[in-house]
């Protein structure tokens, strides 16, 4: 899993893996190694709505799900549910 954008971006949230939450925060670029299969949801959301903000999820060398909060958006909800789909928070 990957978070990107603005360098420097804080950002805070959770991911699930299996029925278990783990907070996030931190600034960007970050890069974590979570068990894909497990992982069931992820919401990150920026301090800064100014900011650009990049939630990328990885299996492998496949992209699972790229998505992007542009500036004015507040994050980036992400849910795995037999595929994984996005919504931008606003």
Not at 19 to 37: R, S, Y
Not at 55 to 78: D, M, N, Q, V, Y
């Amino acid at each position: 899993m990957k978070i990107g954008g603005t360098p420097g971006a804080s950002f805070s949230g959770h991911y699930v893996l299996g029925t278990t939450a783990h907070d996030l925060f931190g600034a960007t670029p970050v890069e974590m190694e979570v068990p894909v299969d497990a992982l069931s949801e992820c919401e990150v959301r920026k301090a800064d709505p100014k900011t650009v903000l990049t939630l990328s999820i990885h299996r492998g060398f496949r992209t699972k799900l790229k998505a992007t909060a542009e500036p004015g958006a507040l994050g980036i909800r992400a849910r795995n549910n037999a595929g994984w789909t996005y919504k931008i928070l606003r």
